[in-house]
Nanobody, 125 residues
Framework: QVQLVESGGGLVQAGGSLRLSCAASGRTFSSYNMGWFRQAPGKEREFVAA????????AYADSVKGRFTISRDNAKNMVYLQMNGLIPEDTAVYFC??????????????????WGQGTQVIVSS
């Protein structure tokens, strides 16, 4: 069982930055691939970024590539999403998720087994 708790969301002006954090419980955190997803009002949950369990390989949605950076600290059971150059279209609830299968860097929500409750990000124009 893994529990995930996101933090760091808030209101920011376009062009600004935010750093989201995801705190994970459980001794096996370091063996899971981790992902960030987001969901805007009236839209489906969409993939943002993912990182392999050993932290070297990453994947990003085209819409955030070059602006967002995912990272993890297995010693602290933490995953981060550094978001720079924010635009209004980034407004959404952001979710942290754990993939226990860890075969590849999954981009679909169904591939992830555990989810946090989400943290709201609002980007004003």
């Amino acid at each position: 069982q893994v529990q995930l708790v996101e933090s760091g969301g808030g209101l920011v002006q376009a062009g600004g930055s935010l750093r989201l954090s995801c705190a994970a419980s459980g001794r096996t955190f370091s063996s899971y691939n981790m992902g960030w997803f987001r969901q805007a009002p009236g839209k489906e949950r969409e993939f943002v970024a993912a990182i392999m369990w050993f932290g070297i390989s990453t994947a990003y949605a085209d819409s955030v590539k070059g602006r967002f950076t995912i990272s993890r600290d297995n010693a602290k059971n933490m995953v981060y999403l550094q978001m720079n150059g924010l635009i209004p279209e980034d407004t959404a609830v952001y979710f942290c998720a754990a993939d226990t299968a860890r075969n590849t860097l999954a981009r679909t929500a169904v591939s992830y087994d555990y989810w946090g409750q989400g943290t709201q990000v609002i980007v004003s124009s």
